[in-house]
C-alpha cells in the first residue's frame, strides 16, 4: 500500500473502501470482506447510517486500531458548533473507536464554521487525527481556508478519469490540502470507465482491466480513491493496483479523457442547496 503525509504530518493509505449507498444490514459484511483482502482504509459517513457495520466489522477483525485509517463526516443536520460536537462523540461509539483519523465536513451548507471550531477542538483533544472537507467546490474552498485556524487537510471530491478537478488542483496545493475521489470509478450511471477504450488498451500492456488503469492513474496524482463494490472478488481487483505504474505519456492520454472538470453535481446550484437544506438541515 503507498500512502500520502496530510499537511499536519499524519499518513494516509492512498486506496481505501467506500461504503456510500451500502445498506446498513450489509456493511458490516462488507467491510470485513474488505479488511480480509487487505484494505486499511474506510471510509463512511453519518448521512450514510452504516457507522455501526463499520464498527462492528472493524471490532471483529482483531486488527490492531493503529493499523487501520477511519474516515467519517459530520452531516447537514449536524452543523453548527454544539450539535457538531455531540454528532463526533455518536460516531466514535458507533465506530467503536476512541479517535477517527479522517474527519470531514460532508457539505458546503449550514454553520461550517461553528461545526469546525467543533472539529478543531476534537482534533486538539485527541478524538480526531485530521480534519477537512467534502465537495468544496473551489470558490468555497478559498473562502473557507482563508477564515480558519486549521487549514483544511483534506477536500473530498467526485473526481475521476472523466471528471478531473484540475481547477481546483492549485488551490488545493496552495493550502497543502490533499484530494479523495469519491466516484473513483464513475459509478451513478458513469460507467463508461470499466469499457473505455483508451484505458482498455493501457491495461493490456500490464495485464489489468481499465478500472484498475483509472484507480492507479489517481494514486500515481497523489489523489485518494475510494472504489465501492459488494463483491469480494471486485474488492480484490481494485486493490491489486500498486504492482504497476503508468508511464508519462500513459499518464498524459489518460489526462485526455477530462470530460466534467468539476463534476456532474452543480454544488452551487440554488435548487440543490435548497433541498439539502430544507430536507436535512
Known amino acids: 500500500m503507498e500512502h500520502i503525509k496530510l499537511n499536519n504530518g499524519v499518513e494516509m493509505p492512498l486506496l481505501g473502501y467506500g461504503v456510500?449507498?451500502?445498506?446498513?444490514?450489509?456493511?458490516?459484511?462488507c467491510v470485513s470482506d474488505a479488511l480480509e483482502t487487505g484494505y486499511r482504509h474506510i471510509d463512511t459517513a453519518q448521512a450514510y447510517f452504516n457507522e455501526e457495520?463499520?464498527?462492528?466489522?472493524?471490532?471483529?477483525?482483531?486488527?490492531?486500531?493503529?493499523?487501520?485509517?477511519?474516515?467519517?463526516?459530520?452531516?447537514?443536520?449536524?452543523?453548527?458548533?454544539?450539535?457538531?460536537?455531540r454528532s463526533i462523540d455518536e460516531s466514535l461509539k458507533k465506530l467503536q473507536t476512541d479517535y477517527i483519523d479522517l474527519l470531514l465536513i460532508h457539505q458546503a451548507y449550514g454553520d461550517v464554521y461553528g461545526s469546525w471550531r467543533a472539529m478543531e477542538r476534537a482534533?486538539?483533544?485527541?478524538?480526531?487525527?485530521?480534519?477537512g472537507v467534502s465537495n468544496f467546490q473551489v470558490g468555497r474552498f478559498v473562502?473557507?481556508?482563508?477564515?480558519?485556524?486549521?487549514?483544511?487537510?483534506?477536500?473530498?471530491?467526485?473526481?475521476n478519469v472523466l471528471v478531473q478537478q484540475n481547477g481546483i488542483q492549485p488551490y488545493l496545493?496552495?493550502?497543502?490540502?490533499?484530494m479523495t475521489a469519491w466516484g473513483p470509478l464513475g459509478g451513478q450511471?458513469?460507467?463508461?470507465?470499466?469499457?473505455?477504450?483508451?484505458?482498455t488498451k493501457i491495461g493490456e500492456k500490464y495485464g489489468k482491466t481499465a478500472s484498475q488503469v483509472a484507480l492507479r492513474w489517481l494514486t500515481l496524482r497523489g489523489i485518494v480513491a475510494i472504489p465501492k463494490s459488494v463483491h469480494k472478488e471486485r474488492m480484490a481487483q481494485n486493490f491489486n493496483i500498486f504492482d504497476f505504474r503508468l508511464t508519462d505519456d500513459e499518464m498524459s492520454r489518460i489526462a485526455a479523457l477530462n470530460q466534467h472538470d468539476t463534476g456532474t453535481v452543480n454544488f452551487n446550484d440554488p435548487a440543490f442547496i435548497k433541498y439539502l437544506i430544507e430536507t436535512y438541515g
Open 173 to 178: 496545493k496552495e493550502f497543502d490540502t490533499k
Open 20 to 29: 456510500f449507498l451500502v445498506a446498513p444490514d450489509e456493511c458490516e459484511r
Open 53 to 85: 457495520g463499520v464498527g462492528r466489522a472493524v471490532a471483529k477483525s482483531g486488527i490492531p486500531r493503529k493499523e487501520l485509517f477511519l474516515t467519517t463526516k459530520v452531516w447537514i443536520s449536524n452543523a453548527g458548533e454544539e450539535k457538531a460536537a
Open 143 to 159: 473562502d473557507f481556508a482563508l477564515h480558519v485556524d486549521v487549514k483544511p487537510a483534506m477536500n473530498q471530491l467526485q473526481c
Open 123 to 131: 482534533l486538539a483533544e485527541g478524538k480526531v487525527r485530521a480534519i
Open 189 to 199: 450511471g458513469a460507467d463508461a470507465i470499466f469499457t473505455n477504450p483508451v484505458l
